[in-house]
Nanobody, 123 residues
Framework: QVQLVESGGGLVQTGGSLRLSCAAS????????MAWFRQAPGKEREFVAS????????VYGDSVKGRFTISRDNAKNTLYLRIDGLKPEDTAVYSC????????????????WGQGTQVTVSS
């Protein structure tokens, strides 16, 4: 399994931007499908975005299309999430996740998770 550690969260004003990072340790990061999820207080965990092992395919949740950009640097074993035009409803704990098998298009099957990083958007 791969170990994941997120960073880059914080308190941001509405309309601001953030870049979240997810550092991976362990073997074969470049073989994993990676994703970001988020969970707001009192709500179910929500799929944000995923990216294929080679970075060629990206998938976004309907609520974040156009404002979020997922990317990865396999040489640095790091996953990123760029968030622009932040809204108060983006406030949540953002977690990265990894899976070796399955489809980039499916939000299920992730078996390695980070602890999460808090993003708070003030109005």
């Amino acid at each position: 399994q791969v170990q994941l550690v997120e960073s880059g969260g914080g308190l941001v004003q509405t309309g601001g931007s953030l870049r979240l990072s997810c550092a991976a340790s362990g073997r074969f990061f470049s073989g994993y499908i990676m994703a970001w999820f988020r969970q707001a207080p009192g709500k179910e965990r929500e799929f944000v975005a995923s990216i294929s092992a080679n970075g060629a395919t990206t998938v976004y949740g309907d609520s974040v299309k156009g404002r979020f950009t997922i990317s990865r640097d396999n040489a640095k074993n790091t996953l990123y999430l760029r968030i622009d035009g932040l809204k108060p409803e983006d406030t949540a704990v953002y977690s990265c996740a990894a899976k070796l098998t399955g489809s980039t298009y499916s939000p299920s099957g992730y078996d390695s998770w980070g602890q999460g990083t808090q993003v708070t958007v003030s109005s």
